[in-house]
């Protein structure tokens, strides 16, 4: 009787042991078992990465720090206190320059001789003994209590209309004048103890060129530079005695 191709494969299969088809089994069920348990981390792994790309804002890249913030500088502090002195020092040093005495002869209005001027003139009862000026030239007849530092007017008399002393204004303006202590506001009583002002005319008649200039009688005299005008003081009134 023919055999047919369905008959010779059962027969193969019933021809192989049983014990061998079951090993195979086995071995197909363990590669499969591990296929599976390699691709599960593969699978897990996904979610994650997708939802940490998710998360990472958008120009960062995976494993950036973020930067820490910036600390103040030690530096700014000590740069802080250099400007505040440097402010300090400017404020300081203009102070000075607008609040100092302005030099004898070099600030105040322009005179021109025969002006008369309304002045205020600044005093202690004292300055009729200790101001004096040293030159050996004379302006319209008036002249220094002294010829040169150390001697004394020898030319003339030493009347007070006559002699010239330096004065200085309650705005510091600096001038040598004549008259003022033949004032009979001035002679007629006693004179405050302490500074007191007069308020005169002063009547310009010219300049003196580099006069020496002395505000106490044991001071030292003072050599100026600049010229000084000259002129008489009269209509004098003491100014709140």
């Known amino acids: 009787m023919a055999t047919s191709s369905e008959d010779k494969d059962r027969l193969d299969t019933d021809d192989?042991?049983?014990g061998e088809a079951d090993a195979q089994d086995t071995s197909r069920e363990e590669d499969g078992e591990s296929r599976a348990d390699a691709a599960a981390p593969a699978?897990?792994?996904?979610?994650?990465?997708?939802?940490?790309?998710?998360?990472?804002?958008?120009?960062?890249?995976?494993?950036?720090?973020?930067?820490?913030?910036?600390?103040?500088?030690?530096?700014?502090?000590?740069?802080?206190?250099?400007?505040?002195?440097?402010?300090?020092?400017?404020?300081a040093a203009a102070f000075a320059y607008f609040g100092r005495e302005p030099a004898p002869g070099s600030a105040g209005p322009k005179w021109k001789p025969g002006d008369k001027a309304q002045v205020e003139v600044t005093l202690v009862s004292s300055d009729i003994k200790d101001?004096?000026?040293?030159?050996?030239?004379?302006?319209?007849?008036?002249?220094?209590?002294?010829?040169?530092?150390?001697?004394?007017?020898?030319?003339?008399d030493a009347d007070d209309k006559k002699l010239l002393r330096p004065?200085?204004?309650?705005?510091?303006?600096?001038?040598l004048a004549a008259g003022l202590w033949s004032e009979p506001a001035l002679t007629g009583g006693k004179l405050p103890s302490a500074r007191f002002a007069v308020k005169c005319t002063y009547t310009v008649e010219g300049k003196m060129k580099r006069p020496g200039i002395r505000w106490s009688s044991e001071?030292?005299?003072?050599?100026?530079?600049?010229?000084?005008?000259?002129?008489?003081?009269?209509?004098?009134?003491?100014?709140?005695?």
């Open 16 to 18: 192989t042991p049983s």
């Open 43 to 91: 699978r897990a792994s996904r979610p994650a990465k997708q939802a940490g790309a998710a998360r990472r804002p958008a120009g960062k890249k995976p494993g950036a720090r973020p930067r820490a913030a910036a600390q103040p500088q030690g530096g700014s502090l000590g740069k802080s206190m250099i400007l505040f002195l440097i402010i300090i020092g400017g404020l």
């Open 131 to 156: 101001l004096a000026c040293w030159s050996a030239d004379e302006v319209n007849g008036r002249h220094c209590a002294f010829e040169s530092p150390t001697k004394g007017w020898s030319k003339g």
């Open 167 to 175: 004065y200085t204004t309650t705005d510091r303006v600096q001038f």
């Open 219 to 241: 001071g030292a005299w003072l050599d100026r530079t600049d010229d000084w005008y000259t002129g008489l003081l009269s209509d004098c009134k003491l100014i709140n005695p």
